[in-house]
């Protein structure tokens, strides 16, 4: 597979149907999914969808939402490059940090560190997947997650 073979799009309101296959065949909730206050991604093999990822946007953070690549394209690198463009659009987007609820995944390797749950409730209240699970009265399952942005102008 040659790099140029692999691209990572805007997603748009079209694209909430393969958004949400791709992220139930992973196993991932897709409530809110294309939401207003997000930006999603459709990475594409071929011209085929192979994976997707999102952000919910807060302000000045932003809560990672699914980064899912389908099974038949898994260990190829995927799930890394959508994780890093996904980190990429939030730095450049002037976002102090990137949270995430997982109940799995090695994120500590994308820089990454465990926080407790009242750290992101507090810094993304008004995230669509933090008000569903308010709205319902719910905790976030697994483990809560954040990565700090630097900005690095002229940093020595």
């Known amino acids: 597979m040659t790099d140029s073979n692999v691209q990572i799009r805007l997603a748009q309101p079209q694209d909430k149907d393969t958004v949400c296959r791709i992220f139930h065949e992973a196993g991932l909730d897709t409530e809110e999914a294309l939401?207003?206050?997000t930006t999603y991604w459709v990475m594409e093999r071929g011209g085929q969808p192979v994976g997707a990822i999102g952000l919910e946007h807060g302000e000045g953070?932003?809560?990672l939402r699914g980064a899912?690549?389908?099974?038949?394209a898994q260990g190829q690198g995927l799930g890394r490059r959508l994780v890093m463009s996904a980190?990429?659009?939030a730095r450049a987007r002037g976002d102090?940090?990137?949270y995430l609820f997982s109940?799995?995944?090695d994120w500590q390797s994308f820089g990454f560190t465990q926080v407790p749950l009242a750290v992101v409730l507090g810094d993304v209240p008004d995230t669509p997947q933090v008000r569903?699970?308010?709205a319902r009265g719910e905790r976030?399952?697994?483990s809560t997650w954040m990565r700090p942005l630097e900005v690095s102008v002229g940093q020595a």
């Open 103 to 105: 109940k799995g995944g």
């Open 140 to 142: 976030p399952g697994g």
């Open 35 to 37: 939401a207003p206050g």
């Open 132 to 134: 569903a699970y308010r």
């Open 87 to 89: 980190v990429e659009y």
């Open 61 to 63: 953070a932003s809560l």
């Open 96 to 98: 102090r940090a990137i």
């Open 68 to 72: 899912a690549v389908l099974p038949s």
